[in-house]
């Protein structure tokens, strides 16, 4: 079953390619679930044209992930994919686009929709295959899914004079807020204990000079120093570590630095990708994982709780996209520590809580929709930043967070999707105070409001099945 906002998602894009043959966008973060939502939409096209959909990802990884979901909706598909297999034997095809691309001869069937996932890197190719789809089938409908719907240099991928309309966006600080997402907590380094970045300039490639990135490379002493401190930070918190690497020579520093037996070294060139990667995931005794531009994008962890940034990042999507990865949920995890070792935050952000925003001016509807209000959390005094709910009878809200009556009376009713405080003393405590809870029949204790035990008695909230 699809959780609320992504039957939303599903709705308003069956909604638009009912009266338009615009390609649309659906935006929603790291995380949110892409995968269920393009399984949902291939499914109801499907069982409305009859005809064949192709559902486009960037990486073989990210197309088995998206396969895998469509299958568990109880529907047969295929995947098209160099180094994977090559089949057309279901109506439905998972691929990567230059695969696609090279064997379009063989997609003579008319396809009624292309799905791509990561629509950010709509590319060249794709929208060659697009436009030899078109010429079969000149109602082809296009769906684009994405996390960070900008480009460098060209702004967001949507709106007027662009490829995409939006249909629906949902920002990742909402679903924080409600449980289906991990809180982020940024961690910076003392003293000098940084690679100093934020006088390196993107030439127009739009990438840093790599004579900047060598100075980094060569830092050995820095880098001992950080990789110590990241060891140091990660090895108490009980999920894993993921360490993004300015170079190949950098990542395989990082890696020869950390305790022996307990990493792995993901590059472009890795010859064992898939099991080290499956090592990571599920073996307790392996620790870190050191990557260069491989697993910024696609990858799916949710045990993992510390991103150390150890380089840095041409643009503020990309940025997002790296942390990312530490934004799944899992029970008992309840932030994700973002260490930035190469002025990241300083560079692309006015401050940590501004991490997830648009790099570009954001439209007017999307403000609107994404509106945030100041709570004072009434136990500890700490200002939150909270999503403000639904407030069609414009009522009054209270200081510290809650709608009041027409007598000026504070009622006990949440005006946001905030649940909990998000308050750290300097031992990394959060503050107990929560706006949204569930209280256990047993023994009377505040839970998360996804909360499936108690956390005091372990009394079953929640049936698991």
């Known amino acids: 079953m699809l959780r609320d906002y992504q039957q939303t998602a599903h709705d308003k894009v069956i909604e638009h390619l009912k009266k338009s043959l615009e390609p649309c966008l659906i935006e929603a973060p790291t995380g ?3 995968s269920h ?21 960037p990486s073989k990884e990210l ?5 895998a979901k469509y299958l568990a909706t109880g529907n047969q598909a295929s995947i098209y994919s160099a180094s994977i297999t090559k089949s057309l034997r279901y109506a439905v095809v998972f691929g990567t686009p230059l695969s696609v691309k090279n064997d379009l001869k063989r997609f003579k069937d008319q396809f009624c929709a292309v799905i791509i996932d990561e629509a950010h890197r709509t590319t060249k190719s794709i929208i060659d295959i697009i436009d030899k789809l078109r010429l079969i089938n000149d109602k082809l409908r296009v ?28 920002s990742p600080y909402e679903l924080m807020e409600r449980g289906y997402l991990c809180k982020t907590q940024v961690v910076y380094p003392s003293d000098d204990n940084y690679y100093s970045t934020i006088n390196f300039r993107i030439q127009k490639t739009g990438f840093f000079k790599s004579s900047d990135l060598y100075d980094i490379e060569v830092s050995h002493e820095k880098t001992a120093n950080i990789v110590h401190d990241v060891v140091m930070f990660s090895e108490n918190k009980p999920g894993k570590t993921l360490i993004f690497a300015s170079t190949v020579k950098h990542a395989v520093e990082c890696y020869d630095l950390l305790p022996r037996g307990r990493a792995i070294l993901i590059t472009a060139s890795s010859k064992n990708r898939d099991q080290d990667l499956i090592n990571f995931k599920t073996n307790k005794e392996i620790k870190y ?12 962890a949710p045990n993992i709780d510390v991103i150390a940034l150890l380089r840095p990042t041409e643009s503020k999507s990309l940025l997002q996209q790296m942390i990312g990865r530490g934004l799944r949920t899992l029970p008992g995890k309840e932030l994700c520590w973002v260490l930035d070792y190469a002025e990241n935050i300083k560079r692309h952000c006015h401050d940590e809580k ?13 403000k609107s929709i994404n509106a945030e209000i100041d709570v004072t959390c009434p136990q500890c005094n700490y200002k939150n930043l909270f999503t403000i709910a639904p407030n069609p009878d414009k009522l009054k809200i209270s200081k510290n967070g809650y709608f009041m009556t027409l007598l000026h009376e504070q009622t006990d009713i949440p005006a946001h999707y905030g649940r909990r405080c998000g308050n750290l003393d300097y031992f990394g405590q959060q503050c107990d105070y929560r706006w949204h809870y569930k209280e256990c029949h047993i023994c009377g204790q505040k839970n998360d409001y996804a909360a499936r035990l108690c956390e005091k008695c372990n009394t079953e909230l929640i049936n698991p099945d």
């Open 32 to 34: 949110a679930g892409k």
């Open 37 to 57: 939502i393009i399984a949902a939409i291939a499914k109801t096209l499907y069982g409305i044209s009859k005809k064949r959909i192709l559902c486009l990802a």
């Open 63 to 67: 197309v088995q992930q998206n396969h």
């Open 143 to 170: 769906i684009g899914l994405t996390a960070t719907p900008q480009r460098m240099g060209d702004g967001l991928i949507y709106g007027d004079d662009k490829f995409y309309t939006l249909v629906y966006s949902i």
């Open 289 to 300: 994982a050191v990557n260069m531009q491989v697993l910024t994008t696609g990858f799916d």
């Open 354 to 366: 501004d991490i997830f925003s648009i790099a570009k001016e954001e439209d007017k509807t999307k």
